[in-house]
């Protein structure tokens, strides 16, 4: 057996899969949107869609291989598109300050407190989900309600 | 009796180039960057969020909440 090093090379394009999915399996489409947004509702995203990414987390738990827990995985996609739909629909300026205000800030939640603040009380209003930090110590105030916090953002 | 301002002209030059290639850099980072601060401190998660930002909108500091993404595999070649 011939046991000489081969070492790879790294190519200079990414690899695209060409063949696409089997027409038994329904198309979803891809969340669309980009990291700041994403960051901007990430939280109500764990609010709005425990279940779902609860469901899939186990799924993945019990098995790596992706074929198995493919429709799990459509159900979050799927929540996640709602949500992000929802939000633009009934909060977009607070929403669009909110992750204008965090490209600003080399995406950190702490210098952006003021426009999230506005984001969390109209979802509160009008879809009623509410931003928890999951692993708060029971009698903590949670960071993004600490009116002065101790430590601020990167001197510019 | 005279002020020696000429000695000034020093501060004053050492202020102004200090100040000319302090303001040039920045214009130049925030050009790069779509009038945006550059990110900073970015770690692997944030890398792989910016090359997605990237095949999606085509820059890593423009976003949107409008297209469908495709996903790409890190392959490298054997043999």
């Given amino acids: ?156 | 009796m005279p002020v020696p301002w000429e000695a000034l002209i020093p501060f004053g030059l050492v202020t102004a180039l200090f100040g000319t290639a302090g303001t040039l850099l920045n214009v130049s980072k925030r050009a790069q960057n779509q009038g945006k601060p550059p990110r900073y401190h970015i770690d692997s998660w944030e890398e792989m969020m910016m090359d997605r930002d990237q095949r999606l909108t085509g820059h890593a500091r423009k976003q949107t909440v409008c297209f469908e993404t495709s996903s790409v595999w890190y392959a490298e070649r054997t043999q």
């Fill in chain 1, 1 to 156: 057996m011939n046991s000489s090093f081969h070492p790879g090379e790294s190519s200079s394009h990414p690899f695209h899969e060409p063949t696409p999915l089997p027409y038994s399996i329904p198309k979803v489409n891809e969340v669309g949107a980009t990291s700041a947004p994403l960051k901007s509702s990430a939280f109500f995203i764990g609010a709005y869609c425990k279940e779902f990414n609860e469901d899939f987390m186990l799924c993945k738990a019990e098995n790596r291989e992706p074929a198995h827990c493919l429709k799990e995985g459509r159900r979050v996609t799927r929540c996640a598109i709602d949500l992000i739909n929802k939000m633009r629909e009934n909060c977009l300026q607070q929403f669009e300050a909110h992750w204008n205000c965090l490209e600003l800030n080399n995406q950190q939640y702490g210098p952006c407190r003021k426009p999230e603040r506005a984001l969390n009380k109209c979802m509160f209003e009008k879809l009623g989900l509410v931003k928890t930090i999951p692993g708060t110590a029971p009698g903590q105030t949670p960071i993004h309600e600490v009116d002065n916090p101790l430590y601020g953002r990167m001197q510019k």
